[in-house]
């Protein structure tokens, strides 16, 4: 029993640790940033969104692209212990196309991501 109330403590933590504080993106995108981030930056926490930037494309027919800048603050401890706060730059884009993955329309790419340390 001890086992899975531990298991389920974690898998809540790990659902928790994917938001992005002070974030109104879908949580699709916030994922996706999320995923990006470890994968480039390393494991981060207390990721907070300090502002966004969007820039609309009108493409053809009423189709729109949505660029979006986004500017994360993180945090990511060192092997002593120590904490260590970077900003996190986000280029990503929201294409109105079909997103097979998700069956859903409308799909989020990430096109650059830079961890700065402050």
Request: hydrophobic letters at 35%; one cysteine or more; proline letters at 1%.
């Amino acid at each position: 029993m001890k086992t899975v109330i531990i298991a389920i403590s974690l898998f809540v933590a790990q659902v928790t640790f994917a938001q992005i504080s002070g974030s109104k993106n879908e949580i699709r995108h916030q994922d996706l940033m999320t995923d990006s981030i470890f994968q480039n930056c390393g494991p981060m926490f207390n990721l907070v969104q300090v502002a966004q930037t969007e820039k609309v494309e009108k493409i053809d027919q009423g189709v729109q692209d949505v660029k979006f800048t986004t500017l994360i603050v993180g945090t990511s401890v060192t092997d002593q212990m120590n904490e260590d706060t970077y900003e996190i730059t986000i280029e990503s884009e929201f294409t109105d196309a079909y997103d097979h993955s998700t069956q859903t329309w409308g799909s989020y790419s990430i096109s650059s991501i830079s961890c700065v340390l402050k």
